[in-house]
């Protein structure tokens, strides 16, 4: 059974999870400046990488609280054949393969504006859907889960399962533009 709300019933369930993540960013943190190099040499990668990041964490978030509410109202199953469950996952790619693109060519343009972008807007926007739609089925993964394990270990899905969800997308947000660039660009 869940707890009922309180400052120390979300505190216990949210501090081991949060110093975990903690140490996760900071890896992410890490892998993210050993690409510095190739971020220098490639301006427009370098402005991709926080909107990758935050646009992974946020498909993953909504994912995340549609899924939470799903939960809290009994309408989730956790099975492959929930419609509810296969309709939030169909929206997060289409989410994906709608914003990544506008993401991509967004990068380029203000690169392009600014200074030389030194990959074409072709390139830049394939790095940004294929990375954008790698990120979105491991959104898929990291949010059904995390929403299972906070439903196995009795926890609350609106305390553990949104900063969960971001915090690894976060860190899969660098690792899965970086393995993209390296097998498109370099």
């Known amino acids: 059974m869940v707890e009922h709300w309180s400052v120390r019933s979300i505190t ?22 050993s690409f510095e190099a190739m971020l220098l040499q490639y301006p427009t ?16 978030s909504i994912l995340s609280a549609r899924m939470s509410t ?3 109202l009994g309408m989730l199953s956790f099975e492959w054949t929930d419609e509810q469950l296969l309709g939030n996952m169909i929206t997060t790619v289409l989410l994906a393969v709608s914003v990544f693109p506008v993401v991509g060519a967004g990068g380029w343009a203000i690169i ?27 959104a898929i993964l990291v949010a059904v889960i995390a929403t299972y394990a906070a439903y196995r270990f009795e926890a609350n899905p609106d305390d553990v ?6 915090n690894v ?8 533009l970086f393995a993209v660039v390296q097998l498109l660009v370099s």
Do not use: Q
């Not at 216990?12 to 400046?33: C, D, Q, S, W």
């Not at 392009?112 to 491991?138: C, D, E, H, K, Y």
């Not at 997308?169 to 899965?176: R, T």
């Open 45 to 60: 990668l370098l402005i991709l990488v926080p909107v990758m990041i935050g646009t992974a964490g946020n498909l993953g």
């Open 169 to 176: 997308c976060d860190v899969l947000g660098v690792l899965v």
């Open 161 to 166: 399962v949104i900063p969960v969800v971001t």
């Open 112 to 138: 392009a504006v600014t200074g030389n972008p030194r990959l074409s807007v072709r390139m830049v926007v394939t790095v940004a859907l294929v990375s954008g739609l790698i990120l979105a089925f491991l």
């Open 12 to 33: 216990r369930a949210l501090l081991p999870i949060l110093l975990v993540l903690t140490v996760l960013e900071l890896v992410g943190g890490l892998t993210l400046g």
């Open 70 to 72: 799903a939960f809290h």
